[in-house]
């Protein structure tokens, strides 16, 4: 049961509450899967690997570029092959969504890992490919054909593509990247991109992290804000969440398993929002049973739109329920 200040607050809160979730759903939305946190494991660390098994993590990037010296390379595919292909369909490492981050393909290794990926990972062990620093969309149609085996056609490659926009140019292309038929998501690098604008704060990628939400929200896909490299100062990596939640992203990378609780709290549905989205649901129903196009809830036009944005609000929370 809500406190009484949250009740007073519901009904001045419910309709920007569930406009805002309206923004971010009424385009073709990803399904309802939950991408709160996004934890980076280096191939080349069989006990990190292993160890993620057990974490809260939504998603697991499996990392063959940044986290992996370039004398480790090929150790870390070879890892990662074994321990994803280990139970047949990487169900121990389930129901989290499974990545592999490559290198750029203008690297030695970046082809090598296409290779392997496609030549030795069942499809079914991995759920996609997060290709680093997306220029543009040529860089995924150039991934999409090595993972095609060079083919020109237009067939769609066995998984799909997470494009990192860590550049200047990343952020300029982005609603082109966002725009691609086999992107699913977008991976803010702020690290690289900090330093390339030679930003001092956060606030300097103000605007860069707001282009890419709204680029990826335009086409229905999923955000994910970039890592908050202090992994032991709680307060400022949950006011990083907070003010990327709040922003409009899905999600945090995050590089220690300390950082997984706070980014899991702050990116799930919060009580107002389910509180409210149930009434909704409810009103609606109601009305459409006595034959009404529309509902009121504390003075609050209620109409289809509304519903489905409160019934996806429901669907994740009832997800992130099911995962314990």
């Known amino acids: 049961m809500l406190k009484p200040s949250h009740a007073k607050l519901?009904?001045?809160?419910?309709?920007?509450?569930?406009?805002?979730?309206?923004?971010?759903?009424?385009?073709?939305?990803?399904?309802?899967?939950?991408?709160?946190?996004?934890?980076?494991?280096?191939?080349?660390?069989?006990?990190?690997?292993?160890?993620?098994?057990?974490?809260?993590?939504?998603?697991?990037?499996?990392?063959?570029?940044?986290?992996?010296?370039?004398?480790?390379?090929?150790?870390?595919?070879?890892?990662?092959?074994?321990?994803?292909?280990?139970?047949?369909?990487?169900?121990?490492?389930?129901?989290?969504?499974?990545?592999?981050?490559?290198?750029?393909?203008?690297?030695?290794?970046?082809?090598?890992?296409?290779?392997?990926?496609?030549?030795?990972?069942?499809?079914?062990?991995?759920?996609?490919?997060?290709?680093?620093?997306?220029?543009?969309?040529?860089?995924?149609?150039?991934?999409?054909?090595?993972?095609?085996?060079?083919?020109?056609?237009?067939?769609?490659?066995?998984?799909?593509?997470?494009?990192?926009?860590e550049t200047p140019v990343g952020v300029l292309n982005a609603p082109a990247i966002a725009r691609h038929e086999n992107v699913t998501g977008l991976i803010l690098g702020t690290q690289d991109l900090s330093a390339e604008l030679n930003c001092r704060s956060r606030g300097g990628l103000t605007t860069a992290l707001q282009s890419c939400v709204l680029a990826a929200k335009a086409h229905g896909i999923t955000c994910v804000d970039g890592v908050y490299p202090s992994f032991r100062d709680d307060a400022g990596f949950k006011r990083d969440c907070l003010e990327s939640r709040d922003w409009g992203f899905d999600g945090k990378s995050v590089i220690h398993p300390n950082q997984l609780a706070i980014a899991n709290e702050v990116y799930a549905p919060r009580e107002e929002e389910v509180v409210a989205a149930r009434r909704l649901v409810e009103a609606f129903e109601a009305a459409t049973a006595r034959g009404e196009g529309v509902a009121v809830v504390d003075d609050v036009l209620v109409e289809e739109l509304h519903v489905r944005s409160a019934k996806k609000v429901l669907e994740m929370v009832e997800v992130i329920a099911g995962r314990g």
């Open 10 to 165: 519901l009904s001045r809160r419910l309709r920007a509450t569930l406009q805002n979730r309206l923004l971010t759903t009424t385009t073709a939305s990803p399904p309802a899967k939950p991408h709160r946190s996004l934890l980076y494991v280096p191939a080349s660390n069989v006990r990190a690997m292993n160890k993620a098994r057990s974490l809260p993590a939504d998603t697991i990037i499996f990392d063959l570029e940044d986290a992996v010296s370039p004398t480790q390379k090929q150790t870390a595919r070879d890892n990662l092959c074994r321990q994803l292909s280990s139970s047949n369909d990487a169900s121990d490492y389930r129901p989290r969504t499974l990545l592999v981050r490559i290198n750029s393909l203008d690297t030695p290794w970046g082809e090598d890992d296409v290779k392997t990926i496609t030549r030795t990972l069942p499809e079914r062990c991995f759920d996609g490919i997060v290709i680093p620093k997306t220029q543009s969309a040529r860089d995924v149609d150039e991934l999409c054909k090595l993972l095609n085996n060079n083919n020109d056609d237009d067939t769609p490659p066995p998984r799909p593509i997470w494009a990192m926009v």
